[in-house]
Nanobody
Framework: VQLQASGGGLVQAGGSLRLSCADFKRTFSNNAVAWFRQAPGKEREFVAAISWRGGNTYYADFVKGRYTISRDNAKSTVYLQMNSLEPEDTALYYC????????????????WGQGTLVTVSS
């Protein structure tokens, strides 16, 4: 396992979760890292990305200021703090290492974690 995503679970609407993506094989090395999500029957979509040193962050429009991506390179871990969760946020959340130009498309990412399930009840 190169990337291990964790922190998902069942939460009520309006609640919060913090996802973690741990890098066990130095996959991050100087690269940006992103979170994507995939709901049942839908395509995988970009959620947020963070540059290697954390100085630049990028978010999907639907995040609306509810999510915060961060990283601790000393711990080889990237986080996604999710607040004000909505039932529409229910999905498998994946972390991935950025290796090409466009942050917002899956083809720009080479290494993927296994996904952690987030379920938001109404």
């Amino acid at each position: 396992v190169q990337l291990q995503a964790s922190g998902g679970g069942l939460v009520q609407a309006g609640g919060s979760l913090r996802l973690s993506c741990a890098d066990f094989k130095r996959t991050f090395s100087n690269n940006a890292v992103a979170w994507f999500r995939q709901a049942p029957g839908k395509e995988r979509e970009f959620v947020a990305a963070i540059s290697w040193r954390g100085g630049n962050t990028y978010y999907a429009d639907f995040v609306k200021g509810r999510y915060t991506i961060s990283r601790d390179n000393a711990k080889s871990t990237v986080y996604l703090q999710m607040n004000s969760l909505e039932p529409e946020d229910t999905a498998l959340y994946y972390c991935a290492v950025h290796t090409a130009s466009d942050y917002y498309v899956t083809s720009s990412y080479r290494y993927w974690g296994q996904g952690t399930l987030v379920t938001v009840s109404s």
